[in-house]
């Protein structure tokens, strides 16, 4: 079955950087589109990056554009969020997602949390 298996989260103090790493199983990998979103406490889930199955086109939230990148291993089965310059306001439980290919498939999370 599909799994999606996030790792990488942590507590950084502003400014700083993390690696967000998904492990991906169970489905053609290569062939469909990552995402990552995020949720803070009570708010809604919101698209923080996605990209494209060959890695070529990515597109990202406005509050991250020029901060965070993501990429992809269709080697390894595993997509990546880096995230540098770190705000407080990036604190949040991060997901990694995909669409196989009308169903919904979501990591179990990884809690980023910023702060001095």
């Known amino acids: 079955q599909v799994q999606l298996v996030e790792s990488g989260g942590g507590l950084v103090q502003p400014g700083g950087s993390l690696r967000l790493s998904c492990a991906a199983s169970?489905?053609?990998?290569?062939?469909?589109?990552m995402s990552w979103y995020r949720q803070a406490l009570g708010k809604e889930r919101e698209l923080v990056a996605r990209?494209?199955?060959?890695?070529?086109?990515?597109n990202y939230g406005d509050s991250v554009k020029g901060r965070f990148t993501i990429s992809r291993d269709n080697a390894k089965n595993t997509v990546y969020l880096q995230m540098n310059s770190l705000k407080p306001e990036d604190s949040a439980v991060y997901y990694c997602?995909?669409?196989?290919?009308?169903?919904?498939?979501w990591g179990q999370g990884t809690q980023v949390t910023v702060s001095s």
């Open positions: 997602h995909a669409l196989i290919p009308q169903t919904n498939y």
């Open positions: 990209i494209t199955s060959g890695g070529l086109s990515r």
């Open positions: 169970g489905f053609s990998f290569s062939s469909y589109a």
